[in-house]
């Protein structure tokens, strides 16, 4: 299983594609690199950083894409349709198997859910989904594919404060705790890939499979 060391940050980190200065640039890198379902087309690369403070869980995702598209609009919608990055995390392994899964699309539009496993998730509501910061390279309400397409960002800021009254029971980070989590990323309608950060071994594309998390240890 992988291992990620996400790093405290001092002050919060900002919704901005920069990663060579400021918070960003500290903060350690992962790839998006396995396809356990490739069965031809282009293996897009995807990259993600995380931080962590007190108050929040700040994520950026960097996808190469040259089929960029989305066009669910509707908080909890079927995101993973499109141009889509995906952050599954269990902030209590050792004491139950619930974990939440965020699904974003590349413009921004998000998906939130909480349980034990597919069946029966919690959906988070609108009230609380708009404390959930999200900032994209098209914020947009939908996005066309073009020929000029070729890359798009995505950062979020998951407060802890508003995760935990989403699922009913605190969540927090500080240093020595330890999740288990996995990082998604689909390719929309064009070039569907399925890409993984810790491979999923199963026959077919599911990304709700907790048994192939690896480890987030906050630092």
């Not at 990663?19 to 640039?25: C, D, H, L, R, T």
């Amino acid at each position: 299983m992988k291992e990620y060391i996400v790093r405290r940050t001092p002050i919060p980190a900002p919704l901005t594609a920069d990663n060579y200065e400021g918070p960003w640039a500290t903060a350690n890198v992962l790839e998006i690199d396995q396809f356990p379902w490739y069965a031809g087309g282009s293996k897009q690369r995807t990259w993600v950083r995380a931080l962590y403070d007190p108050d929040a869980l700040y994520l950026q995702f960097h996808a190469e894409d040259r089929h960029i598209s989305s066009k669910v609009t509707e908080l909890n919608g079927p995101v993973c349709t499109d141009s889509c990055v995906e952050f599954f995390a269990s902030p209590e392994p050792d004491k139950r198997p619930h974990y939440f899964n965020f699904e974003a699309n590349c413009c921004g539009v998000f998906h939130l859910g909480w349980g034990a496993g597919r069946p029966r998730r919690r959906l988070i509501g609108r009230d609380l989904a708009n404390g959930i910061e999200v900032m994209t390279a098209f914020p947009g309400k939908t996005k066309e594919e073009s020929p000029a397409d070729e890359h798009w960002w995505l950062t979020v800021t998951l407060h802890f404060d508003i995760l935990g009254e989403f699922i009913g029971r605190p969540i927090a980070a500080k240093p020595g705790s330890v999740w288990k989590g996995n990082f998604y990323r689909c390719g929309g309608v064009t070039d569907p890939q399925y890409a993984t950060w810790n491979p999923v071994g199963t026959p077919g594309p599911d990304f709700h499979q907790p048994e192939f998390f690896g480890t987030l240890r906050f630092e």
